[in-house]
């Protein structure tokens, strides 16, 4: 995976990305073990399961979906009807995903929420 960084990327955008590559080298979703891949912007919270053996998506929400803002609350709420959702196609363990951003926050409370839904990661 390769990712051009220009000069006119941002840095805060540039670091995350080289962050992303690190993690994303080092992780790999399988058949029984798919990646739970989050990406946040400043207004959605979007999450996906992906099987990168085959390069498939599984299963993908976003808090646009759910009709909520941008805060903790609605990554709760993502998180508890994404786990929901998991264990309904029953995906039980996943390799979460971070995708660069700090495990602090609202994809913290995300993850927290699909954990006490059932899926173990």
């Known amino acids: ?21 690190r993690v994303r080298k080092k992780i790999f ?24 053996s085959t390069g498939k998506t599984l299963v993908s929400m976003s808090t646009r979906d759910l009709k909520k803002s941008n805060n903790k609350d609605s990554a709760k709420a993502l998180g508890a009807e994404f786990g929901k959702k998991l264990v309904g196609n029953k995906i039980s363990t996943v390799v979460f995903d971070r995708n660069g951003f700090l495990y602090h926050g609202r994809i913290q409370a995300f993850a927290d929420a699909a954990r006490e839904a059932g899926v173990k990661f």
Do not use: F, H
């Open 29 to 52: 979703g399988t058949t029984e073990r798919p990646r739970l891949c989050v990406y946040k912007s400043l207004r959605y919270l979007t999450a996906q399961v992906v099987d990168d």
């Open 1 to 21: 995976m390769r990712i051009k960084v220009r000069n006119k990327t941002a840095k805060k955008r540039a670091d995350r990305l080289k962050k992303k590559l």
